[in-house]
């Protein structure tokens, strides 16, 4: 048996697959949140959890991407570079930014001079994400540094990023105080996998004139990381949620029920908030999510493309 496993061919970096590796899963102040006095992760940290962010690696190029730039910024380069390493600081061929939230882009901080003093990272940003870096310090200063170079995205316009991977942001309703918000299509030479941590309620998204319902770009991939913030009304104590308006994990069961079996297994969700139940292994809300034949994001898991 040993003679026979040592016969096969090994794949090399040129064959391998790109792939992504999910880097954190939580709402954008992680998990515990800060201010939270007692919790069990304080004391333990494997249950904490890092803010939502997936990297892209190709192995045959060495390339790595992030998707978003969280405050766990730090924590989640060191984990890429154990799961793709690479000799380069911070060795990142660019990163793709969701929009303007807190959660999504202040980890471009650690690429500034006080930190990595990165060295044109490109970072690709939507019109009204790019003008709020360039024109608002302290991220103003990372544009002008030449720690980051910004990157234009267009809605629906593929970015190529070599022969195997293109990017494709995708615009959809959300709170746009300072920017617009996308989700990213990200495909390769064999499979494609969707990315949308933030999205107002579902059905605001169908509503916007040739966006299309989430179920058509959920047939068209093979996973599917969506906003799943919280899983169900009353849960934020002292708060209106009608007043938030991401769709609770209990309405998307709802209405992706209707999806074919193998369609809701795509579907895996992601950036939990600290109120959210399904965020705790065990839990009856987690137990609700897989009998329903949906998912949840785990820390490390790798999907190839």
């Not at 299509?185 to 509503?207: Q, T, V």
Request: one cysteine or more; aromatic letters at 8%; glycine letters at 8%.
């Amino acid at each position: 048996m040993a003679a026979a496993l040592a016969a096969l061919p090994l794949l090399s970096a040129a064959q391998e697959p790109p792939f992504v590796v999910v880097l954190g899963i939580a709402q954008d102040g992680g998990y515990p949140q800060a201010g939270t006095k007692d919790h069990p992760a304080w004391d333990d940290s494997s249950r904490r959890r890092l803010v939502s962010c997936l990297a892209l690696v190709d192995p045959a190029s060495g390339e790595r991407w992030l998707f978003d730039a969280t405050p766990d910024f730090r924590a989640q380069l060191h984990r890429l570079d154990q799961v793709a390493p690479h000799e380069g600081v911070p060795g990142l061929a660019g990163i793709f930014l969701t929009h303007a939230h807190v959660g999504h882009y202040t980890g471009l901080l650690h690429l500034g001079k006080e930190i990595i003093g990165a060295k044109e990272v490109a970072v690709w940003a939507m019109p009204r994400m790019a003008d709020f870096l360039r024109d608002n310090g302290p991220w103003s200063q990372l544009v002008e540094l030449r720690n980051i170079v910004l990157e234009p995205l267009q809605p629906g316009k593929p970015v190529r990023l070599n022969e195997r991977l293109t990017v494709t942001p995708i615009t959809v309703p959300h709170r746009d105080e300072f920017s617009e918000t996308v989700g990213f299509l990200i495909d390769g030479p064999n499979r494609s996998l969707f990315f949308l941590p933030d999205i107002d309620k579902w059905e605001e998204w169908d509503d916007e004139v040739g966006a299309g319902p989430v179920e058509r770009i959920v047939r068209q991939v093979d996973i599917a990381y969506l906003d799943g913030t919280f899983f169900a009304d009353g849960e934020v104590p002292g708060r209106a949620m009608s007043d938030i308006r991401h769709p609770f994990i209990t309405e998307s069961m709802e209405r992706f029920a209707k999806l074919s079996r193998d369609d809701r297994a795509k579907i895996r969700f992601i950036h939990l908030n600290r109120t959210n139940p399904a965020i705790v292994p065990g839990s009856a809300a987690q137990r609700a999510v897989l009998e329903a034949g949906l998912g949840l994001a785990q820390e490390g898991e790798r999907q190839e493309l």
